[in-house]
């Protein structure tokens, strides 16, 4: 190993290499100057991170949409005390990516916020570099709840938690299912099933919690991993256990495996409520045995104008634009929050980290004042949940003529929705 | 009792899908002894490609097949040509690199054409089941087994009858004694190659109605694929029938005994276990093993 | 010329504080700018450079193909994560018990698996990373599972936690100069002769008696030490670690890739080689991320096979042998360089 | 004298088919052993099972009485027994200095003592030419020359040559003869397997004749020479009834 002569030219070539990147990149990424809302008809830039690529796409690029239209529709009506609004997106796939792209977002852009992340991980990681560089983070849908018990003064949590995903399950079995289908829910053996990322454990625990909170008869809970190429074996679980109410937390494609392996091993539960993730692509999947199915989730497109004030302008404009239903909620979720940023925002009047925390915790909107029909009170400073939204909440939704409706809270109804069970068999 | 048949017969039906998913992978990694971390991007493209002719022309996915195998052929020696025949004589390491660079290609190709949609063949038949009321046979599940011995035999078949088999099986155990009997071992190896993502090509085509189609679908037949391969033994391809059967049952029963998300550590257990004790596999008599 | 030379061949000392010079001075500049971006990049390029340089020692020096070396990266991080939030214990001594922990999990994988052959052990590594991260999972009671375990926001050195960037970036450096200074002790002992021995012909070198398991499990458990301190330095730095982000198989991919790239067994080779590829993804990602899905990663794979297809031996290598024919080249000419 | 090796009643069967059936021989001290038989009479197999390369099916071998069989390679080497291979197994990546410092390493962990040593070996075979040369550059006779100097720098007491002169020209064999005169003088034990008669019948005082795996025939060359047994072995049958 004695090319000296090759060890000093690798190493002068390393020493140019450290400063062409520097410079390099110091040049690409030249700063921007920071604009204050106060100057009008600047352009006031915002910071959005999600996970464009990767297995956490397909939801991910719904979020952006939903940002994306909440921009446009603010910027016809003025934008924010007449600055245009213009979003800066940012592709983050894992935690790692998510430090990087925060890094790049405060630094280079000089984004005065950044709103996020749809994957809990990425949430996490990146909210703990704005927190650190005293810029807000406004997450609208990271749902694992550790997200916002660390005291960030700066994090702002809009969307609801895994929890209150889990909780909403089993209210969907007290007032809806059970009375639907005339039997106590005590009576039922429950069955809750999730995947093992942090979104299905802690909508899975979540459920689990409330259901021994009410004296429910939870007999059988398990996770799985959704890269799993077969959930046969869980299935005879639930059949040996037989299971009455099952409450699966999955993404699609485990769900849609889930459900055939249901029916391949003839396992016909009374009710099946599922913990999120109710979207089309399920439904293309089903075809119309999809109908009965319930789900707790966030606000579905079919909620009821009175409770979601400002959907069905949502809804016309989605539709124009990409020809089609929204996918699922999740674009909701992310404009409803953003026009709640742009609020906040107008609020502050300034870009200034801590005048629009200050006016983010000043809101007191009662629920149904959102176009996700939710409210907004973010938990003060102290509070173990610090940054939350106590008026979020999960909402019951079930398939009903190859559409989702929202049954639960009642005044998300937005017709008489005949609720079917039991339901795979049908 | 009839719940423990059930689990047997899931193993089984299981296992015909993990064979078919390996029968590709043992002609590749038995001959060329080439780890191809982009087996299960294979898988998917023809699973994307199955979708396509169902929406599109309304094949049934069962139909396809005869469509699948030529282009799957011509994709693989596409691919083996562009990537890794300039490079078969390095060392295994860059082999198994350029794979891994294949899979970050293929999947993001995949996102950026077909974008993240997970979609699905929803054929009528593709749920029912038939069988008793307890002991149930997924019909989709009994056709993946079915055409994973067929393509085992066909395979078998191609390999000691055929001009290219023979000398294909003579390329793997000996490269250079192949080179010297005149066999010209590029062209074995391209056409070996291709044969075996001609027969993932089948296992997509098998698989798409089961299964739902995104672009990261091929990661999770991954490391299962591998497990099958050395447990039947490097190239052979009855032993890939047999390992994936036993895969299936450990897959099962593991699952029915134990909290379901051990199941992957436990058959990767088992795989540590047979490349210790038994380095050439159960059947097989592939070269794992170190000497002294 | 031939002054310079004459300095940096013999004293290994000054060849250190080259790299340290090297790294603090593209600190600075940033720094000064404040530009916590490209800082960022400097951090993680240099503990990559640490990681694919440790990765080297059993990789590139002993050609012993692990693919799993995530195992040891996540057990660093887990070690020193959970040893300060269940027990209060400082991340200096979680380092500690992590690289501790490490050696014992290279003793443990690395004593059966090193009976195995080539593509064997190989896929033999990839299982043992892959049970690993399952264990993460499903042991949640322990490891919180895949809610991940975020670093206590602790500041201050006892803690091993800082608020300036160029704290975490002296600590890269040491890392990046302690994996360097360690592989040229070896390269130059016994062990460093035997490794190399062992890659070109372990039949031939066990006849001379070397005792090849023994030596290849000592560079594994040297490998294995350097990796998890390179994940006591991610976690103290991303402030959050779950299974998926530390126990991933695309990070020993990743210590694998730019070994290659950069050039297999030599000094230099994984240094060039994270200073070519972390760049190269940070950037891509922040033009491309955001507009076309997928684009960017598809840019990233491109350029990966024509590396690997262009490139036989890695950057450094084939730099180095054009160098030597331009050098012939110039003493055939008689103007001496 | 006791024999410093003692080959007892060895066996090596590779599935069933016996490569060596049933040796026994001793080898005195600073004696140099010859070991001829046809191509495939398990001249190699030999020395794979003396130096641990293969495990042995049955039989013992002792080394200075005590049972070395079973010991693998690198404990036979410390033993100080070292073999060469008929097939060259050079470290191409490294140079010939290196190569020579991997043997030298088996007595010393210093690395410049290590060095010292394999330079003297170099300059001793004659390589010192090349010492600073990758040594996948070096011809198959340098290459040769190599493998010779490998063993020699782990300072051994039997020294194995399996075929060191095959391919080298008449004066290079006779250099290679005097190299193993000197190397015996120091007081190492050679074992060589030639098939270079001259060189064979020149060097060693005593040669042991293997065919199909068994031992033939033992003697002085000329006895061994004249042997009808050996030359059947040889040159089959008919050739030898009418000599």
């Known amino acids: ?426 | 009792m009839e719940i423990w048949m059930q689990i047997l017969v899931n193993g089984i039906l299981t296992g015909g899908i993990f064979a078919l998913i390996s029968i590709g992978l043992t002609l590749i990694f038995g001959v060329m002894n080439i780890i191809n971390f982009a087996h299960g991007e294979f898988l998917m493209i023809s699973m994307y490609l199955v979708y396509w002719m169902n929406v599109k022309m309304g094949m049934d996915p069962y139909v396809a097949i005869i469509f699948i195998i030529p282009i799957m052929f011509v994709v693989g020696l596409v691919v083996y040509k562009a990537t890794l025949n300039p490079i078969i004589e390095r060392s295994e390491l860059f082999t198994i690199l350029m794979t891994v660079a294949l899979m970050i290609l293929l999947q993001n190709l995949a996102l950026m054409l077909w974008n993240a949609d997970i979609r699905s063949i929803n054929i009528d038949y593709a749920a029912s089941a038939i069988g008793t009321e307890n002991i149930r046979f997924g019909i989709t599940k009994i056709a993946s087994f079915a055409i994973a011995i067929g393509t085992a035999i066909g395979l078998m078949i191609i390999l000691s009858r055929t001009w290219i088999g023979k000398s294909i099986k003579a390329t793997s155990q000996n490269r250079t004694a192949a080179k010297l009997m005149g066999v010209d071992t590029i062209r074995t190896y391209t056409i070996a190659f291709a044969l075996g993502i001609a027969t993932v090509g089948i296992a997509g085509a098998a698989l798409a109605p089961i299964f739902s189609i995104y672009p990261t679908v091929g990661t999770q037949f991954g490391t299962a694929s591998f497990v099958v391969v050395v447990l039947g033994g490097l190239g052979n391809v009855p032993g890939a029938i047999i390992g994936g059967l036993i895969i299936g049952l450990i897959d099962s029963i593991s699952g029915f005994l134990l909290p379901v998300g051990f199941k992957e550590a436990i058959y990767l257990g088992v795989f540590l276990l047979v490349l210790l004790l038994k380095p050439n596999g159960l059947f097989g008599q592939g070269a794992a093993g170190g000497g002294r | 010329m031939s002054y310079i030379k004459s300095i940096i061949n013999n004293k290994a000392k000054l060849f250190l504080t080259l790299i340290a010079a090297v790294a603090i001075m593209a600190m600075l500049v940033p720094a000064s700018a404040g530009n916590a971006f490209i800082q960022n990049m400097i951090i993680m390029m240099l503990l990559w450079a640490g990681l694919a340089s440790a990765w080297n020692i059993i990789g590139g020096y002993a050609g012993q193909l692990s693919l799993g070396h995530a195992g040891f990266f996540g057990i660093g991080a887990y070690t020193v994560v959970l040893l300060a939030v269940k027990l209060e214990v400082s991340p200096w001594l979680g380092l500690i018990a992590a690289v501790f922990l490490a050696v014992v999990a290279a003793v443990i994988i690395g004593w059966p698996c090193f009976r195995l052959q080539g593509p064997f052990f190989a896929l033999a590594t990839v299982a043992v990373g892959e049970v690993l991260r399952i264990l993460a999972i499903n042991f949640s009671d322990l490891t919180y599972g895949t809610n991940g375990i975020s670093v206590k926001m602790e500041f201050g050195l006892g803690f091993m936690l800082f608020r300036e960037k160029w704290a975490y970036g002296i600590m890269a450096i040491a890392f990046l100069a302690l994996v360097l200074y360690a592989v040229k002790k070896l390269e130059k002992s016994r062990l460093g002769y035997y490794l190399v021995a062992i890659r070109e012909d372990q039949d031939a070198a066990r006849s001379l008696g070397v005792k090849a398991s023994r030596a290849k499990l000592t560079a594994y458990m040297i490998s294995a030490a350097f990796t998890a301190i390179g994940g006591v330095i991610y976690a103290q730095y991303i402030l959050y670690i779950d299974p998926d982000s530390v126990f991933a198989s695309a990070l020993s991919m990743q210590m694998v890739l730019m070994t290659i790239v950069g050039g297999m067994g030599t000094l230099w080779g994984p240094v060039l080689g994270a200073v070519l590829m972390v760049p190269l993804d940070q950037f891509i990602r922040a033009y491309f991320g955001g507009s076309v899905h997928g684009l960017h990663m598809v840019i990233y794979a491109v350029i990966l096979i024509l590396v690997i297809l262009v490139i036989p031996r890695g950057i450094g290598p084939t730099l180095s042998d054009w160098v030597k024919k331009y050098d012939k080249k110039a003493e055939s000419e008689g103007d001496r360089i | 004298m006791k024999p410093i090796l003692e080959v007892k009643k060895v066996s090596k069967l590779f599935g069933g088919l016996p490569a060596v059936n049933n040796v026994s021989f001793d080898l005195a001290e600073n004696e140099i052993l010859g070991l001829i038989g046809p191509n495939g009479a398990g001249k190699t197999t030999l020395f794979n099972l003396i130096s641990g390369y293969h495990e042995i099916s049955k039989g013992d071998i002792l080394y200075r009485g005590h049972k070395i069989s079973g010991f693998l390679p690198e404990q036979v080497c410390s033993q100080g027994i070292v073999r060469t291979f008929q097939v060259v197994k050079p470290f191409g990546e490294m140079t010939v200095e290196e190569n020579v410092m991997v043997g030298a390493f088996c007595r010393t962990a210093d690395p410049n003592r290590a060095r010292v040593k394999a330079q003297e070996t170099i300059n001793f075979v004659g390589l010192d030419k090349y010492a600073a040369m990758q040594a996948r550059n070096l011809t198959i006779a340098d290459r040769k020359r190599l493998e010779f100097a490998r063993a020699l720098a782990t300072e051994p007491k039997i020294l194995m040559l399996d075929e060191v002169m095959a391919g080298l020209r008449p004066n290079e064999v006779d250099d290679s003869l005097e190299l193993i005169r000197k190397v015996r003088a120091s007081g190492i034990t050679i074992i060589i397997v030639e098939h270079i008669m001259r060189a064979i019948m020149t060097i060693c005082e005593r040669i042991l004749v293997l065919d199909h795996g068994e031992l033939i025939a033992e003697g002085t060359p000329q006895e061994v020479t004249s042997n009808k047994k050996v030359i059947e072995a040889y040159l089959g049958k008919e050739e030898s009834a009418d000599v």
Not at chain 1, 41 to 64: C, F, M, N, S, V
Not at chain 1, 107 to 130: Q, W
Not at chain 1, 318 to 325: A, I
Request: aromatic content about 8%; some cysteine; charged content about 25%.
């Open chain 1, 1 to 426: 190993m004695k090319f000296r002569r090759g060890k000093l030219i690798s190493l002068l070539l390393l020493i140019c290499f450290a400063v062409v990147s520097v410079a390099g990149c110091g040049g690409a990424a030249t700063e921007k100057e920071p604009v204050t809302t106060g100057e009008v008809g600047d352009t006031l830039r915002l910071g959005a991170i999600y996970p464009l690529t990767g297995p956490l796409a397909k939801l991910g690029q719904e979020e952006q949409k939903g940002a994306q239209i909440a921009a446009d529709l603010r910027n016809d009506a003025g934008g924010i005390n007449g600055n245009k609004i213009e979003w800066i997106f940012a592709d983050a796939p894992t935690p790692e990516a998510g430090v990087s792209e925060a890094e790049r977002l405060i630094t280079v852009e000089k984004v005065p916020v950044i709103m996020g992340s749809y994957s809990s991980g990425v949430a996490y990681a990146a909210s703990a570099v704005a927190e650190k560089n005293k810029v807000i983070y406004w997450e609208n849908s990271g749902v694992a709840d550790n997200i916002t018990q660390r005291g960030f003064k700066y994090l702002f949590r809009f969307g609801i938690t895994g929890t209150s995903l889990g909780e909403t399950t089993i209210k969907m079995l007290r007032d809806v299912i059970a009375p639907e289908l005339g039997k106590d829910p005590k009576d039922y053996k429950i069955g809750v099933i999730w995947e093992d990322s942090s979104f299905g454990t802690s909508v899975g625990q979540g459920a689990i919690g409330l259901a021994k909170e009410l004296g429910y008869n939870v007999v059988f809970t398990e996770s799985y991993s959704a890269k799993t190429t077969d959930l046969s074996s869980l299935v005879m679980k639930l059949k040996q256990n037989d299971i009455d109410i099952l409450i699966p937390t999955s993404y699609v494609a485990d769900g849609l495996l889930l459900f055939k392996q249901m029916q391949e091993l003839n396992f016909v539960p009374e009710a099946v409520i599922m913990g999120g993730n109710a979207t089309q692509d399920l439904k293309a999947a089903m075809g119309e045995k999809i109908n009965g199915l319930a789900h707790s989730d966030i606000t579905q497109p079919r909620t009821n104008e009175a409770m979601a004030p400002g959907l069905e302008a949502f809804m016309k404009e989605y539709k124009e634009r990409y020809g089609s239903e929204p996918y699922s909620g999740h674009v909701i979720r992310a404009y409803a929050g953003a026009n709640v940023l742009f609020d906040v925002l107008e609020k502050a009047g300034s870009t200034d980290a801590d005048k629009i925390a200050e006016a983010a915790r000043s809101l007191d909107l009662p629920l149904g004042s959102t176009a996700a029909g939710w409210g907004v009170k973010f938990a003060p400073e102290g509070d173990p949940m610090m940054g939350t939204n106590e008026r979020a909440e999960a909402y019951g939704c079930i398939w009903y003529k190859d559409e989702i409706f929202t049954v639960w809270p009642v005044e998300g109804q937005l017709e008489d929705v005949e609720v079917l069970v039991p339901w795979p068999a049908r």
